[in-house]
C-alpha cells in the first residue's frame, strides 16, 4: 500500500481574542486506534510528520488501517493523511539544505581564497620571469653586439694578419735583394782588389825591364 504522512487540522488556539492576528501552532498528535471509530482503544499518538503504510482505506468510516514503521497497526482518519511530507518536515528539510549550502559556500569561498592566493603567487611568478626574461633578452642582445664586435675585430686582424703577411714576404724580397747587393759589392771590392793586386805584380815585373831598356838605349848613345 502507499506510504502517507500524517496530517493534522488546523486549529485555532482558545484564547485568542477575536479580532486580532493570531498565529497556527506547528505541533500536532493523532490518535491511533484499535478500530475505526472514536470507541476503540487510543493504541498511541502519532507526531505530525509520522510515515505510516496504509493497508487499506474505508471511505463509510472516513478512517484507514495503517502500519508504522515499528510494525505496529491501527485507524486513524483518513482526513489527517496526506501523500507528501508534512511542511514543517519539508521546512526542516530545507533548512538543512541551506545549511549545507552554507557550509558548501563557504567551503568554496575559502578554496577561492586559496586559488586567489595560488593565482597571486603565479602571477608574481610570471612577472619575476618575465623580467628575468627581459634581462637575458638584454645580456643576449649584449653578449650578440660583442660578438659582432668580436667578428669585426676577427676580421680586421685577419686582414691585418694577410696584410702583415705581404709586408713580411716583401721584407724578407728586400732583405734578399739587400744581401744580393751585398754580396755583389763585396764581389766588387774583391774583383776591384784582386785587379789591383795583379796590376801591381805586373807593374812589380814590368818595371825592371823597362828600366833595362832604358839604359841600354842611353848607353847606345
Given at each position: 500500500?502507499?506510504?502517507?504522512?500524517?496530517?493534522?487540522?488546523?486549529?485555532?488556539?482558545?484564547?485568542?481574542?477575536v479580532?486580532?492576528?493570531?498565529?497556527?501552532?506547528?505541533?500536532?498528535?493523532?490518535?491511533?486506534?484499535?478500530?475505526?471509530?472514536?470507541?476503540?482503544?487510543?493504541?498511541?499518538?502519532?507526531?505530525?510528520?509520522?510515515?505510516?503504510?496504509?493497508?487499506?482505506?474505508?471511505?463509510?468510516?472516513?478512517y484507514?488501517?495503517?502500519?508504522?514503521?515499528?510494525?505496529?497497526?491501527?485507524?486513524?482518519?483518513?482526513?489527517?493523511?496526506?501523500?507528501?511530507?508534512?511542511?514543517?518536515?519539508?521546512?526542516?528539510?530545507?533548512?538543512?539544505?541551506?545549511?549545507?549550502?552554507?557550509?558548501?559556500?563557504?567551503?568554496?569561498?575559502?578554496?577561492?581564497?586559496?586559488?586567489?592566493?595560488?593565482?597571486?603567487?603565479?602571477?608574481?611568478?610570471?612577472?619575476?620571469?618575465?623580467?628575468?626574461?627581459?634581462?637575458?633578452?638584454?645580456?643576449?642582445?649584449?653578449?650578440?653586439?660583442?660578438?659582432?664586435?668580436a667578428?669585426?675585430?676577427?676580421?680586421?686582424?685577419?686582414?691585418?694578419?694577410?696584410?702583415?703577411?705581404?709586408?713580411?714576404?716583401?721584407?724578407?724580397?728586400?732583405t734578399?735583394?739587400?744581401?744580393?747587393?751585398?754580396?755583389?759589392?763585396?764581389?766588387?771590392?774583391?774583383?776591384?782588389?784582386?785587379?789591383?793586386?795583379?796590376?801591381?805584380?805586373?807593374?812589380?815585373?814590368?818595371?825592371?825591364?823597362?828600366?833595362?831598356?832604358?839604359?841600354?838605349?842611353?848607353?847606345?848613345?
Open positions: 500500500m502507499k506510504v502517507y504522512t500524517l496530517l493534522f487540522l488546523i486549529t485555532l488556539i482558545p484564547s485568542v481574542v479580532g486580532e492576528d493570531a498565529y497556527v501552532t506547528d505541533q500536532f498528535e493523532v490518535t491511533m486506534r484499535s478500530g475505526p471509530s472514536t470507541q476503540n482503544t487510543i493504541l498511541r499518538m502519532l507526531p505530525s510528520g509520522t510515515t505510516v503504510e496504509v493497508l487499506e482505506a474505508d471511505e463509510e468510516t472516513g484507514s488501517r495503517i502500519n508504522t514503521a515499528s510494525g505496529t497497526e491501527g485507524y486513524v482518519l483518513s482526513r489527517f493523511l496526506m501523500d507528501q511530507p508534512a511542511a514543517r518536515n519539508q521546512l526542516a528539510g530545507m533548512r538543512r539544505q541551506v545549511s549545507n549550502l552554507r557550509q558548501r559556500n563557504q567551503e568554496l569561498v575559502a578554496r577561492l581564497g586559496q586559488a586567489t592566493a595560488s593565482r597571486d603567487e603565479l602571477r608574481q611568478e610570471r612577472d619575476r620571469l618575465q623580467k628575468g626574461n627581459q634581462d637575458k633578452d638584454t645580456e643576449l642582445a649584449d653578449i650578440r653586439r660583442v660578438s659582432a664586435r667578428l669585426d675585430l676577427d676580421s680586421q686582424n685577419q686582414e691585418l694578419q694577410t696584410t702583415l703577411q705581404g709586408m713580411n714576404h716583401r721584407l724578407q724580397a728586400q734578399s735583394e739587400i744581401q744580393e747587393l751585398k754580396d755583389r759589392k763585396n764581389r766588387d771590392w774583391f774583383v776591384a782588389g784582386a785587379a789591383v793586386l795583379i796590376g801591381g805584380i805586373l807593374l812589380g815585373l814590368l818595371l825592371p825591364k823597362i828600366r833595362l831598356r832604358r839604359r841600354s838605349s842611353w848607353s847606345d848613345l
